[in-house]
């Protein structure tokens, strides 16, 4: 090869040198662009996946918090009602015992119980039903009529009922009575009597 030959082909070997270097920067450039643009990317969208991780784990966390403290106050009120209830159960137990007594504080209590009722009724010919202790009781002043008396209301003695104590007295033809037993009267106070027992154990 002559030496004007290798002349032309070291200048066109320079040029492609030249033109491939020139390339090969800017493409490294444009990958280094990528590259940074990519690492933008995923540190947004980290920090994305990050921020609503933690906005989940926060209101995970509250939603624990709020189920915890629900727990604890159906808890608290079932432990309450327990002890709520012991109390009635107690006080069912001492009236049972004062009722069987026999004792004039249950028998005025009973005369009370009753004249309640005949004063709801308003009538003055009644059928009255007690518990098996005081029906006994009163068929000692049954006259020659099967009835009694008591303050000028005559009364037919019916058939003994199932109760702690107190009475139900009604009409002769049954259509109306008044139920004021023991435990009717527990049920009908009990949501007042639940709020005094709540307010002495609890207070």
């Not at 309640?116 to 009529?145: C, H, M, P, R, Y």
Request: charged letters at 30%.
């Amino acid at each position: 090869m002559s030496s004007g030959t290798d002349k032309i082909v070291s200048s066109i070997m320079s040029e492609a040198q030249e033109k491939a270097d020139t390339i090969m920067q800017e493409a490294n450039a444009e990958i280094a662009t990528i590259n940074a643009n990519a690492e933008k990317t995923a540190e947004s969208e980290k920090n994305k996946i990050l921020d609503n991780g933690k906005k989940q784990s926060d209101m995970r966390y509250q939603q624990i918090i709020s189920e915890a403290k629900m727990n604890a106050r159906r808890a608290e009120l079932g432990a309450k009602e327990e002890v709520i209830e012991a109390a009635f159960d107690k006080a069912s137990e001492e009236l049972k015992s004062i009722a069987s007594s026999g004792s004039d504080e249950y028998d005025d209590s009973l005369s009370k119980m009753i004249k309640e009722a005949v004063d709801e009724l308003g009538s003055n010919d009644l059928i009255i039903q007690l518990n098996e202790a005081d029906t006994n009781k009163f068929k000692s002043q049954l006259d020659s009529s099967s009835t009694f008396q008591i303050d000028d209301i005559k009364f037919q003695l019916g058939e003994p009922i199932d109760a702690i104590g107190g009475a139900i007295v009604k009409t002769k033809s049954g259509d109306i009575e008044v139920n004021n037993t023991i435990e009717s009267r527990l049920e009908r106070f009990r949501s007042v009597l639940r709020s005094e027992v709540a307010n002495v154990l609890f207070k």
